[in-house]
């Protein structure tokens, strides 16, 4: 298992979200860490970043 994912879209991934209601992607084989948790979808990488495009619309705000 790689240590990131990089551009590698055939590894199974879940969207994780923190207390502060940011999104990010885990590699679903690999143990959440701490601080984050499961928000519902899993995915590949590619379904996984399209997912948090639709429901985080505005990352930086």
């Given amino acids: ?3 990131f ?3 590698d879209d055939t590894v ?3 969207v994780v ?3 502060d209601k ?3 992607i885990w590699p679903s084989a690999r143990e959440i860490p701490s601080g984050w948790s499961e928000a519902g979808f899993k995915g590949s990488r590619a ?8 429901i985080w ?3 930086t705000a």
């Fill in 47 to 54: 379904d996984c970043l399209k997912h948090i495009a639709e």
């Fill in 12 to 14: 199974p991934c879940v």
């Fill in 5 to 7: 994912l990089g551009d």
């Fill in 1 to 3: 298992m790689p240590t």
């Fill in 22 to 24: 940011q999104y990010s």
């Fill in 57 to 59: 619309p505005e990352p």
């Fill in 17 to 19: 979200v923190n207390a």
